[in-house]
């Protein structure tokens, strides 16, 4: 429960309308709408830092030779001036309580996804991806990342691309134009065996856990997709939220 939509890890993006898990209608859903909701998402955290903003504070300012026309959160203002005291009250709020109601956000999104069975199509196992090669993702496990030690418990690398992609060609061709320049490397589990599990028992929380984040691409035939259409809009709104904080953080400290 601790991804909130960190990026990288195993497979790749996005969403889904009701009926259509396709892959295309997975990457156009989130194309389609990810500008409006990041709009919907900056003046919903608008709203929220201008119930801080002080009411015509320099009415009684002592700072002499102000020319700050425009009361923006984003104005370069002074030292002692009542409006960087609201840029840093926001910064605390956003980084504080407004950033806990988010991880609560995320913790309901993520226990949705207990109301959805996986149907044990195995394609999960047949085709995983990371950013990181097979020894850098050893070095991160030896280094205590868990998401890592997971992940080469039992993962190994396909020795060409053109294997992962006979694994599951509609999920190859779209992850590698998601990822367009980056470098992504292809996994499979040897576990896996007529199509189901060897070790159930014994699989590891990434397996038991997955898919691991709503905004990352899953196959078609994965039985999740429709948890991802449920909370789509939430996921897509929590996303654009998670970097406007970001992005406040770094203009305003
Ligand atoms: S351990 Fe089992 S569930 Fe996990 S990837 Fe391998 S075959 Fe799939
Ligand atoms: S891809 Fe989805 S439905 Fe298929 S085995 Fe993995 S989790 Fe289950």
Redesign the pocket.
């Known amino acids: 429960m601790n991804n909130f939509f960190a990026t990288g890890q195993n497979n790749t993006q996005n969403n889904t309308n009701k009926t259509d898990n396709s892959l295309n209608s997975q990457f156009d859903n989130i194309k389609n709408n990810y500008e409006a909701i990041f709009v919907e998402a900056a003046e919903s955290i608008r709203r929220e830092i201008d119930k801080f903003k002080p009411e015509n504070p320099c009415a009684v300012c002592q700072i002499k030779d102000c020319k700050i026309e425009k009361k923006d959160v984003f104005s370069p203002y002074p030292m002692n001036c009542a409006y960087r005291e609201w840029q840093l009250k926001a910064l605390t709020f956003l980084s504080g309580d407004y950033r806990q109601k988010l991880k609560i956000v995320y913790k309901n999104m993520m226990d949705k996804k207990n109301n959805y069975t ?8 047949k085709l995983a991806t990371s950013e990181y090669s097979y020894n850098q993702l050893k070095q991160r496990a030896m280094r205590g990342d868990k998401f890592s030690e997971d992940f080469v418990s039992v993962f190994v690398p396909y020795e060409t691309e053109e294997e992962a992609k006979k694994a599951n060609p509609e999920y190859f061709k779209l992850l590698n134009e998601l990822v367009e320049d980056e470098k992504i490397y292809y996994y499979y589990c040897p576990k896996l065996k007529d199509n189901l599990c060897s070790d159930y028992e014994n699989r590891p929380d990434i397996c038991k856990d ?2 691991h984040n709503p905004l990352k691409l ?2 078609s ?4 997709n429709e948890w991802k259409n449920e909370i789509a809009h939430e996921a897509m709104l929590l996303k654009a939220k998670v970097d406007i904080i970001d992005f406040y953080k770094e203009k305003l400290q």
């Open positions: 996986c149907a044990k199509c195995a394609a999960c196992c997955f898919p899953l196959p035939s994965c039985s999740f």
